[in-house]
């Protein structure tokens, strides 16, 4: 039980220390470091989505031959419908833009800036939630490490993540602690969204195929919608790239070596 709390909350404190990192750089996040850190964590969600989540979910099924990716392929697409839906219902405002997305809205700038990063923490915190939930079921192909590095992997890209959403922040004349407050805040959703799924886990011994999938699915939308445009507009894309190689690889030992 222990080990399931620290592991619901690890996500958190990367975000948290990385929030922190508004008391530390006086001046805006420089161009080159935003692109890396975004092609970082684009490369940690893919490779987890990957390894950690369609994998597992395949193997859950292989005695059903070719029918076995039926399950992976079905979660991936509700997946990436919820966060399609959930961006298109919620009013929120990506960083670098100045055109709301969503419902029209009164919502302050910093209110939808937050409510935007924490529509992208959302995945995040389903799919430790799910490994976990997995680790605890004898059907899955999930180990308790392998839950672990899921875990440690989505923290140490929410580290950039935190500074990347602080840093702006700041940038909109908050204060540091402000700054630091709603970054932090914006984890919050992860351990939440973990700990609802792992609660459900005894309902959720028949489709934990689909939803390791689904969450793979959500964080791939993310991806793909926000973080490699964002990492790749403008100059220096290269360095989103090479971001991404070693945000995947990262994770891919880190899936391999503890699980």
């Given amino acids: 039980m222990a080990i399931l709390a620290i592991g ?3 996500p958190l404190l990367g975000t948290m220390l990385g929030s922190a990192f508004v008391f530390f750089m006086k001046d805006e996040m420089s161009n080159r470091l935003q692109k890396t850190l975004l092609g970082f964590a684009s490369g940690v969600m893919v490779a987890a989505s990957v390894w950690s989540l369609l994998i597992p979910a395949m193997e859950m ?65 389903m799919a430790v939630g799910v490994v976990f939930a997995g680790a ?17 992997g989505i923290a140490i890209q929410n580290i950039p ?12 004349g908050n204060s540091k602690w402000r700054s630091f407050l709603i970054g932090s805040l914006s984890g919050v959703v992860e351990p939440i969204g973990g700990l609802s799924i792992v609660l459900l886990a005894s309902l959720m011994t028949p489709i934990l195929p689909y939803m390791l999938a689904f969450a793979a699915g959500a964080m791939f939308y993310v991806v793909v919608e ?34």
């Fill in 8 to 10: 619901l909350l690890i």
């Fill in 136 to 152: 605890t079921q004898n059907t899955a192909n999930i180990t308790l490490a392998s839950a672990v590095a899921v875990s440690l």
């Fill in 226 to 259: 926000e973080l490699i445009p964002e990492a790749s507009e403008r100059t220096h894309s290269n360095l989103s790239t090479i971001g991404f190689s070693i945000g995947f690889v990262l994770m891919m030992v880190l899936d391999v070596v503890m699980g």
């Fill in 61 to 125: 099924e292989e005695g059903n031959g070719a029918w076995s990716v039926v399950p992976a392929s079905v979660g991936f697409l509700l997946g990436i419908s919820f966060l399609l839906l959930i961006d298109e219902l919620t009013p929120h405002l990506h960083l670098g833009t100045e055109r709301p997305e969503g419902p029209r809205s009164r919502l302050s700038r910093t209110a939808m800036l937050a409510l935007a990063v924490t529509i992208h923490n959302l995945p995040e915190g």
């Fill in 161 to 172: 993540e935190g500074a990347i959403i602080s840093m702006p922040m700041r940038a909109e």
